[in-house]
Structures are given as C-alpha cells and as structure tokens.
C-alpha cells in the first residue's frame, strides 16, 4: 500500500516527513484495533489478490468478455483478482461461428484485460459435449472427421493462446454421475464399444493440446465430484492412470457449484489430498452457492447469506491445507452477472461474493478470512 494512497496524507502542502509519521501512527492505530476485534487484514483494506499473493495461491473468477468496458466491473475484477477464465469466450460456439473459421475476439479481450493488470489467464474448455455449435453437434459428421475437427480445433486455439493462457481445461464433464463416459460427439458412434476406447478422446486431446504448447498446465475438469464418491472415485482412477502412462495430464479442476447450501468440506479436503498425490494441481475452477429466491429475485430467508459464507469459508480452507491447490476461482463475481438465475429458471440466485452492486457480500469477507488465516507462503 502506497502513502499517497492513503486518505491521511493527502494535503499537498503537508510536509513528507510529518506525513509519513502521521501516516504511519494511524496504521499502528489500525493495526492495535484490528488485533482487539480480529481482522487486522480488513481494516488495513487489503484485496483477495493481496492475501492471495500472500497465502501463495491464484484467486480468480470467470469473466464475460463484453462486460469489461463496464466500469464498476472492470475495476472490481482488476482490484480484487489475479486470475481470469473467459466463461464462454473459449467455447467452441463464441470460437468457431463456422468450420472454417475462428473467432478469438472475445479470448483476445479477455488476454488483454488480464495482461494490463498483471492476471494470469485460464482457458476454457477445449472439448466438451456441450456448448458446441449446431454446425458441429448437427453435422453429420463421420468420427473420423470429427476427430480430426478436435485435432485441428485444439492445435489452433493452444498455439493461438500459447504464453497468453497458463493452463487449459483441456476436456470438460466427461463423465456422468456414476463415472461412466458420458455419449458427446466426441465418442461419437462407439455407444457400445468398450469403456475405454470411449474414454480414449480424452487422453487424445490432453496430448494434442500438449504438443500445441508444452508450457500450458493441463486441467481435466469436472462437476459435482468434488468430494468421494462413485465420481470423483472414477475421475481419480483416470487420472492415476494417464499420470501411470505418462499422458501429460498437470491437474484436476473442482467445478464446485453448490447448490443446496451444504458441502462435505472434509471429503472435499481429502479428495483434493488424493488428487495431489498423485502429482496433480487441483484448482477450485467454478465455486458459486446458489441461494433459494422469491420471484421478485429478493432472498427468501437473509440468514442464508451468512450459511452461504460459511460454504465459502470451508471450501476454500479444504484447499488452502493442501500446498497442491494452487487456484481458487469463482464462477462470476457479482450476482449482476451469474449463469445462476438462467440456469435455475430465476429460482436460485445471489451466488457470488459481490452483490449487484459490487458491494461485498459475507462470503467475500469469508473468502477473504480464509485466505488471510493462511500463514504467509514463500512465493
Ligand atoms: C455456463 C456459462 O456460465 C453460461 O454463460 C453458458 O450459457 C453455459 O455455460 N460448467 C461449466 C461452465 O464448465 O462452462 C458452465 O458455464 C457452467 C457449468
């Protein structure tokens, strides 16, 4: 924190010496205060980024490229994050308007905004069975051209991003409930061939994405298996064994998108423990607690805002007690902006640490606790 910055010092006329003392009493008198109530962090106003930095871990969020010109958006996210994921803007559908095109506006702006402020950028996703374009999911295309379609998509985009995107969810959700390969037109035709020849694409597209930019960190990302069960059991024994094969697999994404207000924070802990152990980065990729709404989008009960701090608090801790879990990432950051209302027909909502009006919500200040609580790690 600079002096000038500070709202004691800003008389022109004062002189620097007597400015820097007085400066320096009211941040003591900060401080003392701070210790008597417990939040010394908070009164000195230091961001997420700051205590991230500080706890040695990246605290992002998933942004929407034609928001950034909005100012209160720009500035929140700039403040408070040193990580950014363009939320659909790598998506095939923003990404390819047609087979023979490619879009990178959006990721571009995105780059961009991250670049001038010091973040580092995460894509998504690279293959997916959703969110791709009718042009594609509609094509009638044969599974030999659609593998070669992913081939030439992963290339181009990797080696478009390469030194701009850090780490790639390079497959995304290809695995369903009980941890059987979900049927997407990327296994398309193999609907009853064996387990593994319908789970070969993914390891395909880890190395294909590997040769287009062996620096980027590889992420196989997943939902609702963040905690232990039949899931995560099977997304684990894939990744154990790519990592057995010396498939270039660098770390596991943990959507986290809670939705009913609890999470067995301890099975999340081991599961990202398990994962670690494996050599992997695991990074909390899509975290947002979706509260029950009124129709009028109002809470139905304002005491969930203080269980939803909680959810924050706890799924950030399980991963702040692992040096492996190296990200926490939220999806959005203000509830003006979250795929939340659309996805629950407007009967969920106020998901994120920031309100609509990018006033800070009790789990920014949870998320902010627990970070702050992590002793200091060095960079
Ligand atoms: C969602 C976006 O937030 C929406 O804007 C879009 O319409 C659909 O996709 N899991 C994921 C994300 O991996 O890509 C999804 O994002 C949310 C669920």
């Known amino acids: 924190m600079s002096f000038t910055t ?16 007085r400066t320096f009493v009211v941040v003591l008198g900060m401080t003392a205060l701070g210790w008597v109530t417990g939040s010394p962090s908070f009164l000195l ?30 500035a929140t996210l700039a403040r408070e994050y040193n990580l950014v994921e363009p939320e659909d803007a790598m998506k095939w559908w923003v990404l390819r308007p047609s087979r023979g095109e490619f879009d990178f506006r959006q990721g571009d702006d995105i780059v961009r905004f991250a670049q001038a402020h010091g973040m580092k950028v995460r894509g998504h996703c690279l293959l997916w ?68 020849r319908r789970m070969e694409y993914i390891e395909q597209a880890f190395r294909w994405a590997h040769a287009a930019d062996p620096r980027a960190l590889l992420f196989y990302n997943e939902a609702e298996g963040e905690g ?10 894939m990744l154990k064994d790519f990592r057995a094969r010396g498939a270039p697999v660098d770390g596991m994404g943990l959507q986290m ?13 081991s599961n990202i423990k398990r994962l670690t152990g494996l050599g992997l980065q695991v990074h909390i990729t899509e975290l ?24 924050y608090a706890d799924i950030a801790r399980a991963c702040l007690q692992t040096p492996g879990c190296t990200a926490i990432e939220t999806w959005g950051f203000t509830d003006k902006y979250s795929w939340i209302g659309s996805s629950s027909r407007h009967t969920r909502g106020w998901a994120l ?14 998320l902010h606790r627990a970070l702050a609580e992590k002793p200091p790690q060095n960079p």
């Open 129 to 196: 069975g959703r969110s791709n374009p009718d042009w594609i999911s509609q094509g009638g295309f044969s599974p030999a051209q659609l593998t070669e379609l992913a081939r030439d998509h992963i290339a181009t985009v990797v080696r478009h991003y390469a030194g701009d995107v850090f780490a790639w969810d390079v497959v995304n959700e290809a695995l369903d409930e009980n941890g059987e390969p979900r049927d997407t037109i990327w296994n398309a035709g193999l609907h009853s061939a064996s387990r593994a």
């Open 6 to 21: 500070l709202p004691f010092c800003v008389e022109v006329s004062e002189r620097g010496e007597y400015c820097v003392f």
């Open 288 to 311: 947002d607690v979706a509260l029950p709404v009124n129709a009028d989008s109002s809470l139905r009960d304002p005491a969930d805002l203080d269980r939803q701090a909680k959810v």
């Open 45 to 74: 106003g230091q961001t997420l980024r700051e205590e991230s930095r500080r706890a040695g871990v990246l605290v992002g969020t998933a942004v929407r490229a034609d928001r950034l010109s909005e100012p209160a958006y720009a």
């Open 353 to 366: 640490p920031f309100d609509r009006v990018y006033q800070k919500k009790p789990a920014y200040e949870a």
């Open 257 to 269: 998108h809670i939705t009913n207000l609890t999470v067995d924070a301890a099975a999340v802990a």
């Open 228 to 237: 232990l069960g039949q899931k995560s059991d099977a997304v684990y024994a």
